[in-house]
């Protein structure tokens, strides 16, 4: 067995029993971030049968969807912070983007994809702890921008996505998720959406995360190794 198999296997064993243990079974999606990583460990973790994939950096991320584009059945999230002029690349590489954080953005990337494909996926992403990067809409401005969102007809606004601040246990790292948890519910209820996705949960908090619902974990760290460079 590879090391990246194994890798895979303890990923999928963690998430296995974070399941088991909310009564949760088959609900949560791995989505395995690939970002400063080569296209090879990507069509090796595809070989594996692993099928969705995270980037943050757009130029690097395009250049691989390029390389791999005979691989079937990828689907590509684009995770990281979204400057203006990289909208038009993302609206037209990718399938979901869970980082959008404000109606302009949102706007573009509306305008911005292209006719012969779905409509694009998205996750709001929520600044629940203050965390340092300034990243993701606040609680109070969630709702007016998930509305606003859900009437653009080139976009499906699918859920939320947050980072927390960092916390080594694991009783502190679940109140923030689960203020997520509690806005993606309100909101639907009082505005009448369809969210259904809650992308939380990283390689250090994804027991936390699916306690609290996480319907996607986004995973890089424990499946691809450390990140020497960009970070
Ligand atoms: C890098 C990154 C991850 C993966 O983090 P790990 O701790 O390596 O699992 C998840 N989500 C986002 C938004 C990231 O930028």
């Known amino acids: 067995m590879t090391s990246l198999n194994s890798q895979f296997d303890q990923v999928f064993a963690r998430i296995h029993k974070a399941e088991q243990a909310s009564d949760r079974e088959g609900q949560v999606k791995l989505l395995a971030v690939s970002k400063t990583k080569p296209a090879n460990m990507i069509a090796e973790a595809w070989q594996l049968g692993q099928r969705d994939f995270g980037e943050n950096y757009v130029q690097e991320a395009v250049d691989k969807i390029t390389q791999l584009s005979r691989l079937k059945g ?45 409509p694009l996926n998205i996750c709001l992403q929520v600044n629940i702890s203050q965390e340092e990067s300034k990243s993701g809409v606040t609680l109070a401005e969630l709702p007016e921008l998930a509305v606003a969102v859900s009437q653009l007809p080139r976009l499906r606004l699918r859920g939320l996505m947050a980072i927390p601040a ?11 998720f689960k203020k997520v948890a509690d806005a993606l519910e309100s909101i639907n209820r009082e505005h009448h959406l369809t969210m259904d996705t809650l992308s939380m949960g990283m390689t250090g908090d994804l ?14 760290t424990a499946l691809f190794g450390a990140r020497s460079h960009k970070e």
């Open 207 to 220: 027991e936390a995360a699916i306690a609290e619902g996480a319907t996607m974990v986004r995973i890089g």
């Open 74 to 118: 990828l689907v590509w999230h684009f995770i990281g912070p979204i400057q203006s002029n990289k909208t038009r690349d993302i609206a037209s590489h990718f399938h979901w983007v869970h980082s959008v954080d404000r109606f302009k953005i949102a706007q573009r990337l509306n305008d911005q994809r292209p006719e012969k494909l779905p």
């Open 166 to 176: 960092p916390q080594a246990e694991q009783s502190k790292q679940r109140a923030p």
